[in-house]
T-cell receptor, first 111, second 113 residues
Framework: QKEVEQNSGPLSVPEGAIASLNCTYS??????FFWYRQYSGKSPELIMS????GDKEDGRFTAQLNKASQYVSLLIRDSQPSDSATYLC???????????FGTGTQLKVEL | DADVTQTPRNRITKTGKRIMLECSQT?????MYWYRQDPGLGLQLIYY???????NKGEISDGYSVSRQAQAKFSLSLESAIPNQTALYFC????????????FGPGTRLTVL
């Protein structure tokens, strides 16, 4: 089992819709969770971080964390073509003192 | 100005050559990291450093070495490059211990022929 798993996609949504991106992780001791956006050929850009169960909203982005289910998600409301990118889930495990990345989900927002 | 810079941005080299990739940051962060990214494999940690005197191997350190010349500078060397080291290389920095929000440089695209 991979430590951090994401569906590779592509996930296609129409412009203006809600995009839902999901991530599961294997280490119950994981403490911190991050979402990065990466455009093709560019570097990952941190867009959301979440540390406790529940929802965290920032503009059009909402991160959701459920530690009991070992599940973290990212919702993008009013999706725009500029949101088309690969979204990387990253999980920090203090015991291992490392940040583990998923392989990413490609999102395509269609006009 | 970019907070994390990498040089060179692109490099083509031949098998057996020694290559150095450089990373500099103005964020004032103590922690620095080197990752490589291959299509479909995600980001893999090569080496990391929590301060100038602290260097640690990551998941895939074989064939690589690093030098932390100062708080702001962290270099990655390929002693004898091989074609399967062709990849996109990223430097990253972080500050807060325990939370590890990492900030990435623009990347170096390395091709080994």
């Amino acid at each position: 089992q991979k430590e951090v798993e994401q569906n590779s996609g592509p996930l296609s949504v129409p412009e203006g819709a809600i995009a839902s991106l999901n991530c599961t992780y294997s280490d119950r001791g994981s403490q911190s969770f991050f979402w990065y956006r990466q455009y093709s050929g560019k570097s990952p850009e941190l867009i959301m971080s979440i540390y406790s169960n529940g929802d965290k909203e920032d503009g059009r982005f909402t991160a959701q964390l459920n530690k009991a289910s070992q599940y973290v998600s990212l919702l993008i409301r009013d999706s725009q073509p500029s949101d088309s990118a690969t979204y990387l889930c990253a999980v920090f495990t203090g015991g291992g003192n490392k940040l583990t990345f998923g392989t990413g989900t490609q999102l395509k927002v269609e006009l | 100005d970019a907070d994390v810079t990498q040089t060179p941005r692109n490099r083509i080299t031949k098998t057996g050559k020694r290559i150095m990739l450089e990373c500099s940051q103005t964020k004032g962060h103590d922690r620095m990291y080197w990752y490589r990214q291959d299509p479909g494999l995600g980001l893999q940690l090569i080496y990391y450093s929590f301060d100038v005197k602290d260097i640690n191997k990551g998941e895939i350190s074989d064939g690589y070495s690093v030098s932390r010349q100062a708080q702001a500078k962290f270099s990655l060397s390929l002693e004898s490059a091989i074609p399967n080291q062709t990849a996109l290389y990223f430097c990253a920095t972080s500050d807060a211990p325990g939370f590890n929000e990492q900030f990435f440089g623009p990347g170096t695209r390395l091709t080994v022929l």
